[in-house]
């Protein structure tokens, strides 16, 4: 279901979803390995490769700044050396929450695909009229129901 916003016709990689998805769920599971919240992403680039993976670390670093969306934008941004990510589409097994978000909307990535909605910190950017400027550049924003397959 698509939630809505812009997005370039390029990172429009619809055909890399699954494989992005089943990656992030993986990165959920070494969270909850780790007793952590089982929380995983990963940032894929507009040919469907890879760049970085990260997963929630909240309680072994002992701060929320470690949600995975967070880490997984430090290491993309530090491998491709900036931070405009609108060629870029993140996948989370959750909803971002607002700080998550907004960090995602400030880097400018181009789309986000997550898996399950969060009733408790889920964060949807079309009720935050405070986006202003960036209303024309929101990233494209998916459910994706694939957590049973
Ligand atoms: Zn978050």
């Known amino acids: 279901m698509v939630k809505g916003f812009f997005v370039s016709d390029d990172i429009k990689n619809f055909k890399f979803d699954d ?7 993986k990165q959920a599971g070494k969270a909850f390995a780790c007793d ?3 929380i995983g992403a990963v940032i894929l680039n507009k ?4 760049i970085a993976r990260a ?8 701060t929320q700044l ?9 290491k993309v941004t530090k491998k491709l050396e900036r931070w405009r990510l609108n060629d870029c589409t993140l996948y989370v097994t959750l909803q971002p929450c607002i700080m998550c978000m907004g960090a995602l909307i400030l ?10 909605n969060s009733p408790l910190f889920g964060c949807n950017v079309d ?10 550049s929101l990233p494209l924003i998916e459910f994706q129901e694939k957590m049973n397959r």
């Open 66 to 74: 470690a949600h995975a969306e967070l880490q997984v934008l430090h």
């Open 19 to 25: 494989f992005g998805m089943k990656h992030a769920l």
């Open 127 to 136: 009720k935050y009229e405070w986006f202003g400027i960036y209303k024309d």
């Open 36 to 38: 952590e919240v089982p």
């Open 55 to 62: 997963y929630n670390q909240v309680e072994k670093k002992h």
């Open 47 to 50: 040919d469907g490769k890879i």
């Open 107 to 116: 880097s400018r990535i181009g789309r986000i695909v997550y898996a399950a």
